[in-house]
């Protein structure tokens, strides 16, 4: 019996449900894909896993210092786990995830359809998934065919002699520089592309001038990459050269400089925390005006002092060297740039301040993430301070205080504005929203574990307590402080935990986001959710900083302010 | 599919932006140049430490001849380029065949230069640290020689076999930007080894 | 000064006071401890007023434009303003300068001081995982407990440490004298200390060295004048010669243990490990970490990486009776 299609239904080519594909099929196109939102996940997602890698291993190590002279990890494995906590936590979950939104946000928020140099992007990431394996892969070829391995246990800057093969005989060390080289490649492959695509990939009209701040930030980001990552590739070059040739750069007993390497590697390292942490502010810039309702206050003032951090932070490497013995010359010129720092950051943290000011401030879980960020970010600022006094630094240095100073800036400012921009984009990514509810639980376990872990970690730095110790004496008074640090470690893992949850679950069950679930500006929230692999059907064109506004408020459009 | 956000403007404004092959790589040279200044200063700050001999005075020339023929060949490269341009793919492959000549010539001397220094002067990159810095610094140029070599000679293979059309001049420019840099440390690598290190 | 008043209340709102084993920077005993104390307690108070400005405009904002449920409006678009962004930019700056000019002199009133004829010279060496220290005007050599005569206001009699390193970078840290100071292989470093009062001051190396950098702990005696010149004078001597041990010294010298250690006067002249000569007069053993008693001694020589995990002297390998006897012998080595 002969029925009548509908002519629709002829039409449309795609079926309403695609067929189950096999697991080979779905697990082939990701590994071949060129799709920078793929791209962007993986990236997301290889930093999660190290994320979780690296949070055990910090749970670790406080377990050990909970109470002094505790065997419960023996010297060498706590040497180990530091050497792997920093590099991980730095090179192989920080770059990565903050890579991953770039990559996934910046094509969508300048209204392109890719990024400008796609397979540059797979082999960008690639690599640098390889270097964090070949990290790890240290646990079982460390030795070489000796033994069962060991993981690096040099501490995540190295510093020379430690390194050279008298110090630090077998492989592990070996593996280390590689997997940092490789890392190093493959986040100057992503800059490339980042900068690529934001000067040649943008829609029409939008102007320098126009683009997000988040895209300025990752632009600035990127170039700062060029100039502070590289000095760390050819300090790597060096060291393999000394450990596999027998060159002599940072060997001390030819009259090699061990204070050459750790010049290389903070000119490198400390750039490195902005590029850390200029991502974060990326996503405040974002996320505060949407939940305030109003626009970013200040614009110019916001990609401006994001360009002077940028050029200033090439000026300050040395304060992590006050101990050294620079002399006071150079002590003097590092105390007086690292405090001018301030000045631009300061500028950064008043202007969201005002961009609250007035507004019509909505507390979700993202905004209470962006909120922590900013209280957090500015005691991380007050405490930078302190340690830019080379005098008091002479105290801190390589103390506990440090250790606090830059996991505030590192977990209390970035990983912060991390989780915020989850639950701020995590409906754009997937199409559902994240749970409110759990989210809020999320935050305010997260908060409270996360201050009184690192809040009470100033103490023991102030009463004499040195970084990188497996164990401490018992008459020092740092037991009682070492405890409370190491039970907010449980506090923030199980906030973690949840937020891990939460992400699970929301994938199936949570509710459905619809394009725009903010009523927010930027491009990204013109197209579906998740958007489709060309990401827009049609190239926007765009006239003013906050298209969406526009486009909502025709009577009123931003152009007319700018 | 969703609301666009398209706001009308006037059509006649020219949306006109920047090569990407241009502006990649310009990156790519601003973070080489990065890799290039750590070595140097390494070279630098190590001038006269080595606790043991050689010294760059006693077994360095000035290899004057083959820097002549790199510098010039950022000419050469230059005017394969305009010919592409100009779609004279004949002149393109012959400017093209001479730029990988005269880098030819500079990688030889370099390389006899290195035999000389290794089986008659007794310097090897572990001797010392003018060692460790000389053979590190310049064999981190003559790497990059001999990627841009390699990259030109792909040029010149597609250019002999008439692939290339002057839709490539943009690809050819980028690279010859690359081999202009190439030639650009070329003069710091000399000042400093050949002129300050002596 | 009140702003000094609010960084005390700051710090005395946590116990760093000086009970025995303290190594608060907030409880300085010495002429460096107390100028970077009085510089922490400008840069707290001034950290402390910007926080509380900051912080309190914050928590005003969050509550004060907190989003009503019954209000959907928008609120008023503002998009900047260059006269407020230029106010937050100089006023920062002028506390800047006014900081930096703060802390430069302490810089160089510490670090360029000029040093009195009547100072006194110690060369400091770390090891791997130990401390050496060199008298070059008396020509004593000890390890692990430094001695330095207490300075006198008045009349200044302060200690210049002249510091390298053997092999890996250390870090020289007594909160209460001085900021800390690395010793580099190949690099010289100077600091100095200047404690007016007698007591025992202790540390621990503050830059990772290897495995058992935990444990390279610092103990510093000042001592009165006489106190010192006693010291002195018994450590100028050469090692004790007891005939009731004789058994342990030959044990002593005919094992590994001269090709590292030396006891002056006798054939061990070993630079690899601690000087040896007057261990038993020392308070600890293994760097401060081991109270030096017989049986701690005993059992440090019988595995030393049963107590210090890394330490680089090796396992002696000696049945019961020779461990016994070399005890006995470097128990006799006051």
């Known amino acids: ?562 | 599919m969703s609301e666009t956000a398209v706001i009308p403007h006037s059509p006649t404004e020219v949306w006109k932006l920047p090569s990407r092959g241009i502006v990649a790589m310009a990156c790519l040279i601003l973070a080489e140049s990065a890799i290039f200044i750590i070595f140097v200063v390494a070279y630098v700050f190590y001038i006269g430490k080595s606790v043991s001999g050689p010294t760059p005075r006693e077994v360095l020339e000035l290899p004057i001849f083959s820097s002549i023929c790199l510098l010039s060949s950022s000419l050469t490269v230059h005017f394969a380029v305009s010919a592409l341009h100009d779609s004279k793919r004949g002149m393109c492959s012959l400017w093209l065949g001479l730029t990988v000549l005269l880098g030819g010539i500079f990688l030889a001397a370099t390389a006899r230069e290195w035999y000389q220094l290794i089986y008659h002067d007794g310097l090897t990159i572990k001797t010392n640290l003018f060692g460790t810095t000389y053979y590190s610094l310049v064999g981190l140029h003559a790497t990059h020689v001999v990627v841009g070599l390699f990259m030109l000679s792909l040029a010149l293979l597609f250019s002999l076999r008439g692939g290339l059309t002057s839709n490539h001049t943009e690809r050819l420019e980028v690279l010859s930007l690359y081999w202009h840099f190439v030639d650009a440390v070329w003069i710091v690598v000399f000042l400093v080894v050949y002129v300050l290190g002596r | 000064m009140s702003t000094h008043r609010i960084g005390s209340c700051l710090a005395a709102s946590i116990p760093f006071d000086s009970a025995h084993g303290s190594t608060s920077v907030f409880s300085p005993a010495a002429t460096p401890a107390h100028a970077i104390y009085s510089l922490s307690m400008l840069v707290l108070s001034i950290t402390a007023a910007i926080f509380l400005v900051v912080a309190g405009l914050l928590v005003y904002v969050l509550i004060r434009y907190r989003s009503r449920a019954s209000d959907t409006e928008e609120p008023t678009q503002i998009y900047g303003s260059n006269q407020i962004e230029l106010s937050w930019t100089v006023i920062p700056i002028l506390i800047v300068v006014m900081l930096f000019l703060a802390t430069a002199r302490v810089i160089f009133a510490t670090e360029s001081a000029p040093k009195p004829v009547s100072a006194m010279d110690v060369t400091v060496i770390g090891h791997q995982f130990w401390w050496e220290y060199r008298y070059p005007g008396f020509g004593v050599v000890t390890a692990n407990e430094l001695h330095i005569p207490v300075s006198d206001p008045q009349h200044p009699t302060p200690t210049y440490l002249t510091m390298s390193s053997a092999d890996t970078d250390h870090s020289f840290w007594i909160p209460r004298l001085a900021g800390k100071m690395d010793l580099i292989p190949n690099k010289i470093n100077t600091m100095w200390i200047d404690p007016p009062a007698t007591g025992l001051y202790l540390g621990q190396c503050a830059q990772y060295c290897g495995t058992q950098h935990a444990k390279m702990l610092l103990r510093v005696y000042a001592d009165s004048p006489t106190d010192f010149a006693a010291w002195i004078k018994h450590q100028q001597q050469p090692a004790e010669e007891n005939a009731a041990v004789a058994e342990g010294r030959t044990v002593f010298q005919h094992n590994a243990c001269i090709s590292c250690h030396s006891v002056a006067g006798t054939v061990a002249t070993g630079r690899f490990g601690p000087d040896l000569t007057h261990v038993a007069s020392r308070d600890t053993i293994a760097s401060g970490a081991i109270v030096n008693t017989p049986a701690n001694v005993r059992d440090f020589v019988s595995d030393p990486s049963h107590l210090k995990p890394g330490a680089l002297m090796p396992p002696m390998h000696l049945n019961d009776h020779d461990l016994d006897a070399v005890t006995a012998y470097l128990m006799t080595l006051k």
């Open chain 1, 1 to 562: 019996m002969a029925t009548q299609t509908p002519v629709t239904a002829i039409l449309d080519k795609t079926p309403a449900s695609p067929p189950r594909r096999l697991l080979f099929q779905v697990l082939h196109d990701w590994l071949t894909t060129l799709d920078h939102k793929k791209i962007g996940l993986m990236y997301i997602v290889y930093a999660l896993i190290f994320l979780v890698i690296g949070g055990l291993e910090a749970v670790l190590m406080r377990i050990q210092l909970a109470i002094p002279n505790n065997h419960f990890v023996s010297p060498e494995t706590f040497n180990r786990l530091f050497t792997m906590h920093g590099t991980t936590m730095v090179f192989f979950v920080g770059m990565p995830i903050l890579f991953g939104f770039g990559n996934y946000l910046i094509p969508l928020m300048i209204g392109a359809r890719d990024m400008a140099f796609p397979r540059l992007n797979a082999f960008s990431f690639w690599i640098s998934a390889f270097g964090g394996t070949l990290l790890y892969f240290s646990y079982v070829g460390g030795s070489g065919l000796y033994g069962a391995g060991s993981a690096p246990d040099v501490g995540w800057f190295a510093y020379a002699p430690l390194t050279a093969h008298v110090f630090s005989p077998g492989h592990s060390t070996d593996y280390w520089t590689l997997a940092v080289l490789l890392s190093g490649v493959g986040t100057v492959g992503t800059a490339v592309n980042i900068v690529a695509t934001t000067l040649c990939m943008r829609c029409p009209g939008m102007k320098l001038s126009r683009m997000p701040l988040l895209v300025w930030l990752y632009l600035i980001t990127s170039f700062m990459v060029f100039v502070t990552i590289s000095p760390l590739t050819a300090a790597q070059i060096m060291l393999m050269l000394d450990r596999y040739v027998g060159s002599h750069f940072f060997d001390t007993q030819a009259g090699g400089s061990a204070v050459l390497w750790m010049h290389f590697f903070w000119i490198f390292g400390h750039p490195e925390v902005y590029i850390l942490v200029l991502p974060a502010f990326a996503f405040a810039n974002e996320i505060i005006p949407v939940f305030s309702r109003k626009a970013i206050f200040g614009y110019p003032a916001m990609a401006a002092a994001s360009v002077c951090i940028g050029f200033i932070s090439l000026s300050v490497w040395a304060h992590h060297m006050f101990t050294v013995g620079m002399g006071p010359g150079a002590n003097t010129f590092f105390t007086l740039s690292t405090m001018i720092i301030s000045v631009p950051t300061g500028i950064k943290i008043f202007n969201w301040l005002a961009t609250l000011w007035g507004g019509k401030i909505q507390f979700t879980t993202a905004m209470l993430f962006a909120i922590g960020f900013l209280f957090q970010f500015l005691i991380a600022g007050l405490t930078g301070i302190m340690l830019s006094v080379s005098p008091f630094n002479w105290q801190l240095s390589a103390s506990y205080f440090v250790i606090a100073h830059f996991h505030y800036v590192l977990v209390g400012a970035i990983l912060f504005m991390i989780f915020s921009a989850f639950y701020y984009w995590y409906p754009k990514i997937t199409g559902r929203m994240l749970n409110e509810r759990l989210g809020k639980w999320h935050f305010w376990l997260f908060l409270i574990g996360f201050h009184l872990t690192f809040d009470f970690m100033h103490i023991p730095g102030l009463l004499g307590m040195p970084r990188r110790v497996y164990t401490y004496e018992a008459d020092r008074g740092w037991m009682m402080w070492n405890m409370i640090v190491s039970s907010g470690a449980i506090v923030q893992t199980a906030g973690t935990l949840l937020f891990v949850f939460n992400m699970v679950r929301s994938y199936f069950k949570g509710a459905i986001a619809g394009a725009d679930p903010w009523d927010a500006w930027t491009l990204e929230w013109s197209t579906t959710s998740p958007p489709p692999e060309y990401n827009f059907a049609v190239t926007p064109s765009v006239a003013s900083r906050r298209p969406l506004w526009d486009l909502k408020h025709p009577e009123d459009p931003d152009g007319n302010y700018e």
